[in-house]
């Protein structure tokens, strides 16, 4: 996976932490639960706002 696979990255993190509650976690926070899901392989430092907003609004999504 990579940051740009925002629909799958929600998926995954829907299932893995299916208690939290996506609208209140901080975008620090998301990008370290990112970055240790099972098959994410991509550099850290290409993460940016943007990538994290979009990953964020799946979830809810998602979780929806």
């Known amino acids: 996976m990579k940051w740009t696979d925002?629909?799958?990255i929600?998926?995954?993190l829907?299932?893995?932490y299916p208690d939290l509650d996506p609208a209140t976690i901080r975008f620090t926070d998301l990008r370290q639960k990112?970055?240790?899901l099972p098959g994410f392989d991509d550099?850290?430092?290409r993460s940016g706002e943007r990538v994290l907003?979009?990953?964020q609004q799946?979830?809810?999504d998602?979780?929806?």
């Open 6 to 8: 925002v629909q799958e």
């Open 10 to 12: 929600a998926i995954e």
């Open 14 to 16: 829907a299932e893995r």
């Open 34 to 36: 990112v970055l240790d």
């Open 43 to 45: 550099a850290p430092e």
């Open 53 to 55: 907003e979009a990953i």
């Open 58 to 60: 799946a979830w809810i």
């Open 62 to 64: 998602e979780a929806a």
